[in-house]
């Protein structure tokens, strides 16, 4: 008499052995070094429940593969792409370091970067075509009045984005993950605005499609209607 297999045990031999994801590498190498980070995350995040359901662990598989497929890394150490659960299924969350990840896999940039701004900061908006000129206070920085993001290309030119703080609470407005942009993450959720908009100026780098969609899936825009909800959309999409 044959046992059944639990959906766990099932997900921990596809991770290890699965065929459709070791074809997504160039090497063995790649896709064990994927697959250790994917598992010490999957543990660390509190993902691998011994009772979970099949769907579960299907989203959770689909979830990884998803990260595979544009050569990421999961996790909060790289800050590529989180894995979070919502409403009992495992969903992707691009982080800025993933985005940036990807940008610089143009031959065309030497550098993309994103910051934020504290009223304590000395800065000065030297353009579009300019980096801004900013120094961080070392201490008693206030409160986070925006975000820039840079692009520095091979010939010279630099690119540069800037959003302030009400264009940043738009975004979180209709995030549906309300505790990522209150707690130590915030900021980095902040990067992210400004970011995706200076990537319409900058090479489409493979993958970036995918990620502005798992991005947005983590937005209700459904909660907003009118005008408000036309200028949140222009804010969370101008990059596409």
């Known amino acids: 008499m044959s046992m059944e297999i639990k959906p766990y045990d099932?997900?921990?031999?596809?991770?290890?052995?699965?065929?459709?994801?070791?074809?997504?590498?160039?090497?063995?190498?790649?896709?064990?070094?994927?697959?250790?980070?994917?598992?010490?995350?999957?543990?660390?995040?509190g993902l691998l429940i011994p009772?979970?359901?099949?769907?579960?662990?299907r989203s959770l598989m689909k979830a990884i593969s998803q990260i595979a497929s544009v050569g990421l890394l999961p996790g909060k150490i790289h800050q590529h792409v989180d894995l979070h659960i919502e409403k009992g299924q495992v969903v992707c969350r691009p982080q800025y370091q993933g985005l940036i990840e990807l940008c610089m896999r143009s031959e065309k940039l030497v550098t993309v970067f994103a910051d934020v701004i504290y009223s304590g900061d000395t800065f000065e908006d030297m353009g579009p075509l300019s980096e801004p000129l900013h120094k961080r206070a070392l201490e008693n920085r206030g409160k986070r009045i925006g975000a820039y993001a840079v692009a520095v290309f091979k010939e010279g030119v630099t690119v540069c984005e800037i959003t302030n703080e009400d264009e940043i609470k738009k975004v979180k407005g209709v995030a549906k993950t309300q505790n990522i942009w209150d707690g130590p993450f915030g900021d980095e959720m902040a990067k992210k605005v400004p970011l995706k908009r200076l990537m319409k100026?900058?090479?489409?780098?493979?993958?970036?499609?995918?990620?502005?969609d798992w991005d947005n899936e983590d937005y209700d825009l459904q909660a907003n209607?009118?005008?408000?909800?036309?200028?949140i959309q222009a804010i969370i999409n101008e990059a596409q």
């Open 201 to 212: 100026r900058l090479p489409k780098p493979d993958g970036w499609a995918e990620l502005v």
């Open 51 to 57: 009772n979970e359901s099949e769907p579960y662990y």
């Open 10 to 45: 099932k997900f921990l031999g596809e991770l290890e052995t699965g065929e459709a994801l070791t074809k997504m590498f160039p090497n063995r190498r790649e896709y064990e070094r994927f697959v250790s980070t994917a598992r010490q995350v999957c543990i660390q995040e």
């Open 225 to 231: 209607t009118g005008t408000k909800a036309r200028q």
